[in-house]
Structures are given as C-alpha cells and as structure tokens.
Nanobody, 125 residues
Framework: QVQLVESGGGSVQAGGSLKLSCAAS????????MGWFRQAPEKEREGVAA???????SCADSVKGRFIISKDNAKNTLYLEMNSLKPEDSAMYYC???????????????????WGQGTQVTASS
C-alpha cells in the first residue's frame, strides 16, 4: 500500500507563489512514477506535472515555465513549485503515485494507482 498526504495549499493573489508537498509511504519510493493533478469545480481532473523514477519531468502546456515538479527520495517527498499563479490555476491539487515500473512520464489519470486526498489552491485576481 502507498499512502500520499499533500500539504502546502492556500490562497494567494494572482502572480503569487505556492509550493505543494506530498509525503509518500512505501518501501521503494524512489522507483515510483509520480504526478500532480488538479480538478476545478465541474471540470475533469487534469494532469499538471509528472516525474519518473529517473527524475525526468514533463508538464502541461498551461503551466510550462511557471510550475516545477521535483522529488526528494531521501525524504519520500514530491514537490510542486507554482509561480506566477493565475485565477485559472485555482483547483484542488492531488498527488498521484504509480509503483509499477514505467519508462517515461505520464499525465494520464488512468496511469496512476494511488492518490492523495488533495489540497486546495486558490489564486484570486
């Protein structure tokens, strides 16, 4: 079993920054594929950024140049640094993990098995 706990959400003004964290349990965390997703009210959950076991990253076009995904294997923690936040970034943000070996990153919801409970991010204009 893998447990994921997000933290770091909050309310900021547009243009501000937040850094989300996701603490993960599991014996082989360093080998997991990890991702951040978000879901706004009445919208589908969408992939934001992903990182594979080799540290390769990808992100959605809507956040390129503003969001950075990273992980600290020693701390079993995934991060999402969010800069230049826009009102349209407001959503519940979820951490996701996939323990099975995978080559490359993925922003597809169905490619992840484990999910956190989410943390709310609100950017107001």
């Amino acid at each position: 079993q893998v447990q994921l706990v997000e933290s770091g959400g909050g309310s900021v003004q547009a243009g501000g920054s937040l850094k989300l964290s996701c603490a993960a349990s599991g014996p082989t965390y360093s080998s997991y594929s990890m991702g951040w997703f978000r879901q706004a009210p009445e919208k589908e959950r969408e992939g934001v950024a992903a990182i594979d076991s080799l540290g390769r990253t990808s992100c959605a076009d809507s956040v390129k140049g503003r969001f950075i995904i990273s992980k600290d294997n020693a701390k079993n923690t995934l991060y999402l640094e969010m800069n230049s936040l826009k009102p349209e970034d407001s959503a519940m943000y979820y951490c996701a993990a996939e323990p099975r070996f995978r080559v490359g990153t993925t922003l597809l919801r169905q490619d992840y098995t484990y999910w956190g409970q989410g943390t709310q991010v609100t950017a107001s204009s």
